[in-house]
């Protein structure tokens, strides 16, 4: 614990060392990984000049995720930040609440900005708890955000506010391209030219969304389709697009039957999730992670049910998805 309070206030004390965002300060740390770096020398509470953002533009590019130590804004200059790599995408899930009658401003569910979610463990009464409508206190399976809507967020960037304090809901990040460039032959074979319907029944804890039935077979699931892989628009790369997965009836893979789509879905699930092609952040207050939904899933480990976890997350609007076929 000693060692993670150091960690903390080295962070912090390197933050407000910087004066302004420079290109001089500038430094961008890689994890070693499949996939993700630290960006180092940076106040994001400052304004960022046009060549440090064009900086953090090809840096996000580079390495699919990004992420700053020991920050400290508000939701409007997390909206700033956000900004720098394009405009907002309203979170898709605030619509099923707001159609069962939540309330904006609620401290623990829908924030005053559209693109601004709120993810916590919070219940009602202020306390942590395993289930509370959203994703609660419960494990994350790898997913890619929002790939349930007709266009889904280029990216999206979470801010940690409060973090259990003995671990858990540690957040990992995998690299899709790599997966798609090292898929089998035959898998590459057997995708082409596919695409799946994307169930948007469940969020991404298996937690039935407000107002939502539960498909009980594949015709009842609702949702976009889109192409099993994907171009991504700025690096020109091929990336495979899973998005998520729940119990059956959920995605499916069009023209197949469910024994065979069910089956190579399976293959494709294995192989993209591997644990060569993750890196994992462990939280601490202050944290800002930037992924890139184009070429990334991630994945949540399961929280203390009795430590505080809340963390603001916003999404960046993307562009439809284009297939390489």
Known sequence: MQAASLSTVTTVTARHAVTANTLATFKVVPTGKAVGAEIQGMDLSLP???????????????????????QKIDDDQLMAVSGVFGPPHEAAARKYHLNVGEKIDNEYNLSRHPSVSIISNIGRDGKPVMDNGGLGSYEVVWHTDNSYVKTPPAGSMLYSLEVPTNGGGDTSFNNQYRAYDELPDDLKRA???KSQVHDSSRNSAGVLRPGVTLPTKPEEVEG??????????????RALYLGRRRVWPS?????LSNTDSEALLDKLWAHATQEKYSWTHNWQVGDIILWDN????????????????????????????QAPW
């Open 224 to 237: 976009p389709t889109h192409p099993l892989v994907r171009v991504h628009p700025v690096t020109g790369r």
């Open 251 to 255: 995605n499916y893979i069009l023209g």
């Open 48 to 70: 960022i000049p046009d060549d440090v953002k064009e900086a953090l533009r090809q840096a996000w590019a580079e390495h699919m995720v990004v992420y700053w130590r020991g």
């Open 191 to 193: 995708i082409e030219g």
């Open 294 to 321: 184009r070429c990334c899933m991630h994945y949540r480990t399961e929280i203390d049910v009795k430590q505080r976890r809340v963390m603001h997350r916003t999404t960046i609007k993307g562009e439809v998805v």
